[in-house]
T-cell receptor
Framework: EAQVTQNPRYLITVTGKKLTVTCSQNMNHEYMSWYRQDPGLGLRQIYYSMNVEVTDKGDVPEGYKVSRKEKRNFPLILESPSPNQTSLYFC?????????????FGPGTRLTVT | EDQVTQSPEALRLQEGESSSLNCSYTVSGLRGLFWYRQDPGKGPEFLFTLYSAGEEKEKERLKATLTKKESFLHITAPKPEDSATYLCAVQNHNTDKLIFGTGTRLQVFP
């Protein structure tokens, strides 16, 4: 089954404790992206990757890191989480972003930072 | 600045009562406009891509249309299972960035 998977689905952590949210897709998509979704603000892009070893900042990259060492995986790293990073996070993937291919979204990771 | 505005924020319909959701956009160059459905606690699910003004696409009770400034998602004779948040997004031709609206929360009552 074609899908985007994220782990963990739910995470409660404390300020400053490094964490990683994993994302994996099995559709051989070149393009992968991370979004956060907050009430009243909609989906905002954090980072994206157009292919292996190619990443770039989205609209709200501060406090986040990513890496793309393999085509299928795109982990999101919070080196020192803060309470304002409490949010619902989605990973998405699609074929090369140069065409308007639809993005497939993962099930989401709900993160709470206390 | 690229922007997407969806209205209304929330819509309550009786089963069978047809209506439309609006997505107004400004973008320096449109590569595509997308409609997604999002159920509570789940990721957005792709519905349609529209590329140019005048284009229409249909899927079951849903029909999406596109003009140079806005898109409509028409829902004909909705059922309770159509209840969800519907998201609109535009992709900028120059930057490839995807800009989302804040969505319309649709509730359909039996």
């Amino acid at each position: 089954e074609a899908q985007v998977t994220q782990n963990p689905r739910y995470l409660i952590t404390v300020t400053g404790k490094k964490l990683t949210v994993t994302c994996s897709q099995n559709m051989n998509h070149e393009y992968m992206s991370w979004y956060r979704q907050d009430p009243g603000l909609g989906l905002r892009q954090i980072y994206y990757s157009m292919n292996v070893e190619v990443t770039d900042k989205g609209d709200v990259p501060e406090g986040y890191k990513v890496s793309r060492k393999e085509k299928r995986n795109f982990p999101l790293i919070l080196e020192s989480p803060s309470p304002n990073q409490t949010s619902l996070y989605f990973c998405a993937s699609s074929f090369f972003s140069g065409s308007p291919y639809e993005q497939y979204f993962g099930p989401g990771t709900r993160l709470t930072v206390t | 600045e690229d922007q997407v505005t969806q209205s209304p924020e929330a819509l309550r319909l009786q089963e069978g009562e047809s209506s439309s959701l609006n997505c107004s956009y400004t973008v320096s160059g449109l590569r595509g406009l997308f409609w997604y459905r999002q159920d509570p606690g789940k990721g957005p699910e792709f519905l349609f891509t529209l590329y140019s003004a005048g284009e229409e696409k249909e899927k079951e009770r849903l029909k999406a249309t596109l003009t140079k400034k806005e898109s409509f998602l028409h829902i004909t004779a909705p059922k309770p299972e159509d209840s969800a948040t519907y998201l609109c997004a535009v992709q900028n031709h120059n930057t490839d960035k995807l800009i989302f609206g804040t969505g319309t929360r649709l509730q359909v009552f039996p």
